[in-house]
């Protein structure tokens, strides 16, 4: 019966270990882990290739509520537009696994991408989730913002308002331009990490 016990407990600790290891955990003021992934159009992008310039990263799912208060509204294309503009690069990565929700095919993506007028530098198909799990990613949305030094100087929600309600917005405190406009003008980012909110991600 000891014997068991002993199997049994070994077991739990071995799951929590690799439950651990599954989904990782980055911190603001360190820096952001590289990755390669592919984009709707087939192209290969690195992190890496884009040092030097701001980075936001944005975890979306087509079909989640959260995510779509946010494109309906307008309010993820044109800060896309907004900041692109200023040369800062945003990709918008999918880590939905094949046959849940969220998992589109490329043209469906960028179907998306037109219909909502969005904006960014490129989406990312990560679908076996190793990217999201890497990041620590936890919900639709899920924004970290990088430095030009490769540095996260910000990760979490989008804004301090929850839900799905698009009325919010109007007063809604914006994490991710707050970082960036910050950051831009030499300034420390006041708030560095938050905790997200939206519809968790279908690894």
């Known amino acids: 019966?000891?014997?068991?016990?002993?199997?049994?407990?070994s077991f739990m600790a071995v799951s929590m270990l690799v439950s651990g290891i599954a989904l990782a955990q980055t911190t603001s003021g360190q820096a952001a882990p590289d990755f390669t992934l592919t984009d709707s159009n087939g192209h290969k992008h690195s992190l890496s290739d884009f040092k030097g310039k701001f980075v936001v990263l944005e975890w979306f799912n087509p079909q989640c509520p959260f995510v779509k208060k946010h494109y309906n509204s307008?309010?993820?294309?044109?800060?896309?537009?907004?900041?692109?503009?200023?040369?800062?690069i945003w990709l918008s990565?999918?880590?939905?696994?094949?046959?849940?929700?969220?998992?589109?095919?490329p043209e469906e993506f960028n179907k998306f991408v037109s219909d909502n007028g969005a904006?960014?530098?490129?989406?990312?198909?990560?679908?076996?989730?190793?990217?999201?799990?890497?990041?620590?990613?936890k919900t639709t949305p899920d924004m970290y913002v990088i430095s030009p030094e490769g540095t996260?100087?910000?990760?979490?929600?989008?804004?301090?308002?929850p839900g799905v309600d698009i009325a919010d917005l109007k007063t809604a405190k914006n994490y991710v331009s707050a970082a960036l406009d910050a950051a831009m003008s030499g300034k420390p980012v006041a708030v560095s990490t938050t905790k997200s909110y939206g519809c968790s991600i279908k690894y």
């Open 93 to 105: 990565i999918n880590s939905s696994a094949e046959g849940k929700q969220g998992s589109y095919t």
């Open 1 to 9: 019966m000891l014997r068991i016990k002993q199997v049994l407990m």
């Open 119 to 137: 904006a960014p530098t490129a989406v990312l198909l990560d679908r076996d989730g190793k990217i999201g799990r890497l990041y620590g990613a």
């Open 74 to 88: 307008g309010n993820i294309p044109n800060l896309q537009k907004q900041y692109t503009a200023k040369g800062v």
């Open 152 to 161: 996260l100087i910000y990760q979490g929600a989008i804004d301090d308002t």
